[in-house]
């Protein structure tokens, strides 16, 4: 079993960053995949980007390539998704996820908010 807890969602403008951390327990980090969804009020959790368990390669949601960036510390289990240049509609609940068998994202945070105004 994987633990995930993400942290340093908020409240920002229009234009500003933020960055969100997700610790994970477990003995392997280096192995998970990890990934960024959200979820915006009355629509469906989308996918927004993710780390490869091998090399820890990136890729991300077109929605949100070139202003969004996924890295990832193994030493300290930790994975951090840093947001620039952010859009009101890029207002949601954060989750980060982790695949540990490539059988799929098994394993979720609770998610974290982010707001951003306009």
């Known amino acids: 079993q994987v633990q995930l807890v993400e942290s340093g969602g908020g409240l920002v403008q229009a234009g500003g960053s933020l960055r969100l951390s997700c610790a994970a327990s477990?003995?392997?980090?280096?192995?998970?995949?990890m990934a960024w969804f959200r979820q915006a009020p009355g629509k469906e959790r989308e996918f927004v980007g993710a780390s490869r368990r091998s090399g820890g390669s990136t890729y991300y949601a077109d929605s949100v390539k070139g202003r969004f960036t996924i890295s990832r510390d193994n030493a300290k289990n930790t994975v951090h998704l840093q947001m620039n240049s952010l859009k009101p509609e890029d207002t949601a609940v954060y989750y980060c996820a982790a695949d540990l068998y490539s059988t799929g994202f098994g394993f979720w945070g609770q998610g974290t908010q982010v707001t951003v105004s306009a």
């Open positions: 477990g003995r392997a980090f280096s192995t998970y995949t």
